[in-house]
């Protein structure tokens, strides 16, 4: 702290004594200026102030109203201190309207009388008492030509100063058509003035109206420079010698600001109706921004980039400076829509809020989680017929899918068998060496067709009867018996039968059956 103030008072003297040089145009600048929060008020002053002027000879104001404490009295200028205290005053017997003044040099002062549109010289004695009048008989009269007009309303002549350098005088027209005139300081009076040149307009300063002038002349020599003042707009406004605006300090804690001079330290003084006086004083810039602190909408921050492009947070596109010098506004950019703007995502193009949570990209997978780079990982991997193909992509749960197309011999009546895409042991050749439709391994006599088991046979055997194929592929009859005659006899024409000519078994069958 201790270093800012130093700063601060080396930079406040710096200005000062700067501006007291007056040795260039350009020697004022109204970023350096300060207001006061409110305006002084002139008790001594009723009413009506409109005018200000300062005279370096005696470092005093001279101030004028437009009329007296009365309405319908005559107009009055009071001699002050720089602080607004009344030192005498000059009442302006037969003047009307004086809305300017200006001290031109030695005792010789002008004032505007706006509805006359008139500028009229007068000489105030620098030694006399307290309370002095002045009559408009002994005044020089510098009437504007109507053509440069019109006069007779409340919108004429309203401010007035003076170029010494140039022995030149300056004045406005407050409103209807704003005017800025200058022409030179006449030698002759009474006198007509038609050929005033208009330096400025309204459309040039974008002012409402124009209030007060103060020629910078009157305190840097050779300057060009004036200030003018609007009423409406509650602003000041510096002027360069082509009417560009190269400055200007607003007045919005005046209630009228009227008029506006200059002293030799710079001071600048602001009067206005009804009884006001401001006093701006240079101040420092801080920020180096060219508003001056007092004006500074935002300490130690370029207040000309209030309204340009930022970009202070990555997440946002468009942003601008506001009025409270925060960087604001513009576009969330969230391409991926998952609330996390592009800059920060953690994967453009995914929902960096899914980090951490349940996923199941890979169906071979049980717990999955999103990682910190967005993929699906982690998990256990499942199955549970252990043979390394996952219940998600197991052709045969419960079954060695590795097995597929392999040999296998689950009919043991094939030969060749494989297990095929559904994990079933199919195809191979049917095993049947002897033909008779029974496998090999279920072949109870190989090479014999085992479909004669239990069919008649012959076993040669003529003391068998019923003779059969075994279970053991053998042809086996059941032994006859010999113990009676029957037998005996059968057995014997069976013997017969069987080497007897077909004529004769013919011959048989006509026979009656024996019957004992």
Not at 117 to 141: M, V
Not at 176 to 182: H, Q
Request: hydrophobic residues 30%.
């Amino acid at each position: 702290m201790k270093n800012m103030n130093f700063t601060y008072y080396v930079g406040m003297l710096f200005c000062v004594l700067f501006l007291a040089t007056k040795t260039t145009a350009n020697d004022i600048d109204l970023c350096i200026y300060q207001a006061p929060t409110s305006p002084d008020t002139i008790n001594e002053i009723p009413r009506q102030l409109s005018g200000v002027t300062y005279r370096d000879s005696t470092e005093t104001l001279f101030m004028v109203t437009n009329e007296g404490e009365n309405e319908g009295d005559p107009p009055v200028v009071y001699e002050t201190e720089k602080d607004g205290t009344v030192r005498r005053t000059i009442i302006l017997d037969g003047f009307n309207d004086t809305e300017g003044i200006v001290h031109i040099g030695g005792t010789r002062f002008a004032v505007s009388e706006e509805r006359r549109g008139r500028i009229t010289f007068f000489d105030i004695p620098a030694s006399t008492p307290n309370i002095i009048t002045i009559d408009y008989s002994d005044a020089k009269i510098a009437a504007l030509s109507p053509t440069l007009g019109p006069w007779g309303a409340n919108n004429g002549l309203e401010g007035v100063s003076y170029n010494p350098a140039m022995n030149t005088i300056y004045t406005v027209k407050e409103k209807a058509s704003t005017k800025y005139y200058d022409f030179p300081n006449p030698v002759s009076f009474p006198v007509t003035i038609t050929n005033a040149s208009e330096f400025c307009t309204n459309a040039s300063l974008n002012f409402l109206d124009i209030a007060g002038v103060h020629h910078l002349g009157l305190n840097f020599e050779g300057s060009v420079e004036v200030l003018l003042l609007s009423e409406e707009n509650k602003t000041l406004k510096h002027v360069d010698g082509n009417c560009n605006v190269i400055g200007e300090f607003s007045l919005s804690f005046m209630n009228q600001p009227e008029g506006v001079t200059m002293d030799n330290e710079g001071n600048i003084y602001i009067v206005g109706e009804d009884n006001e006086l401001a006093i701006l004083t240079p101040s420092l810039d801080a920020d180096g921004d060219g508003v001056c602190d007092a004006n500074d909408i935002c300490p130690d921050f370029d207040d000309n980039l209030i309204g340009t492009a930022c970009n202070e947070d990555v997440c946002m596109v468009g942003q601008t400076y506001d009025t409270d010098c925060n960087c604001t506004g513009g576009t969330f950019q969230d391409s991926d829509g998952d609330g996390v703007c592009d800059a920060n995502d953690v994967c453009p193009d995914f929902d960096d809020n899914l980090i951490g949570t349940a996923c199941n990209e890979d169906v071979c997978m049980a717990g999955q989680t999103y990682d910190i780079d967005c993929n699906c990982t982690g998990g256990t991997f499942q199955d549970s017929d252990g043979d390394g193909v996952c219940d998600a992509n197991d052709v045969c749960p419960d079954f060695d899918d590795n097995l597929i197309g392999t040999a296998c011999n689950e009919d043991v009546c094939m030969a060749g068998q494989t297990y095929d895409i559904d994990c079933n042991c199919t195809g191979g050749t049917f095993q049947d060496s002897d033909g008779d439709g029974v496998c090999d391994a279920n072949d109870v006599c190989p090479d014999f067709d085992d479909n004669l088991i239990g069919t008649p046979c012959d076993d040669g055997d003529m003391s068998t009867s019923d003779d059969l194929v075994t279970i053991n592929c053998t042809c086996v009859g059941t032994p006859i018996p010999t113990t009676t005659c029957r037998q005996r006899d059968s057995l014997a024409l069976i013997a017969v039968v069987a080497i007897a000519p077909s004529s004769f078994i013919n011959s048989l069958t006509t026979l009656s059956p024996y019957k004992p």
